[in-house]
């Protein structure tokens, strides 16, 4: 195994950061790491905001119902960024306001900023730092707009703390590889996937009942099953359509 791959297998979320902000060639690092990710056909449909304005992390943290999104050595907002690509038809003249407004514009938008953000998370890692990705960004994006200024065919989609880790938590167990990697086409025994997903729940109760002294007894299928049984930020599709993405 190389240094790569044991960076890679040895993440976990970070959620405690030592007081202490990370310096702009450290910044420029990270991002110039995300800039190098695969991009769909060069079309690089992404921006990736820094926020080291402590009001804005303040506010941002309220939005999106996490601490130490105001607490942290820096903040990073990944955006699906299509606006740029409105402003390259204004100076070649060119009508691409139908293509704009596509289901598969908005996957290669999607697509390339979550690309540029494992980087980012690989990169940061890879320097010692620890990383947390925020989907609770996606709590309230109107609020999250107006902190970020953020115009038409630009979509928020999770932000991204970095720092120097103060506390470091046991690395969760993941599903079992064969569970995930099915060859030649995809498995659809239901016996076998389940009998997978119970020995995965032995683990996973195993890991809970260890990391908390035995007070926290879970699963991952029940877990899993309450997360899915309400749905939730069902506003996502307006605000989506509402910025021009996903329309057709």
């Known amino acids: 195994m ?13 959620r405690h950061y030592e007081d202490r902000p990370l310096t702009d060639e450290q910044i420029k690092m990270i991002v110039e790491s ?30 999106s119902g996490n601490t130490h999104v105001e607490k942290n050595g820096h903040l990073l907002v990944f955006c699906a960024d299509l ?7 204004e100076m070649e003249e060119v009508n691409v306001q139908q293509s704009l407004d596509t289901t598969e514009n908005f996957m290669i938008a999607l697509i390339d900023t979550a690309l540029a953000a494992q980087n980012a998370a690989v990169a940061a890692e890879s320097l010692g730092l620890g990383i947390c990705y925020i989907g609770g960004l996606r709590n309230n994006l109107d609020g999250v707009s107006k902190v970020l200024n953020i115009p038409k065919y630009v979509l928020p989609l999770f932000a991204m703390t970095i720092g120097y880790p103060s506390k470091i938590n046991d690395k969760k167990p993941r599903l079992p590889f064969e569970h995930i990697y099915h060859e030649d086409g995809y498995q659809t025994d ?18 809970y009942m260890e990391r908390t002294n035995g007070k926290r007894s879970d699963t991952w299928t029940k877990q899993m ?7 939730s930020r069902t506003y996502m599709k307006e605000y989506v359509q509402k910025q021009g993405f996903n329309k057709k």
């Open 34 to 63: 995300a800039q190098a990710a695969a991009t769909s056909s060069f079309v690089q449909a992404y921006t990736i905001i820094g926020v080291k304005d402590p009001e804005k992390k303040k506010e941002l943290a309220l939005l």
């Open 225 to 231: 099953a309450l997360k899915f049984k309400e749905p």
């Open 2 to 14: 190389n240094t790569i791959i044991e960076t890679i297998q040895n993440h976990r979320s970070i």
């Open 83 to 89: 606006h740029r690509h409105e402003l390259v038809a």
């Open 190 to 207: 239901s016996s076998i996937l389940k009998k997978q997903l119970g020995d995965y729940n032995k683990i996973i109760h195993d890991y």
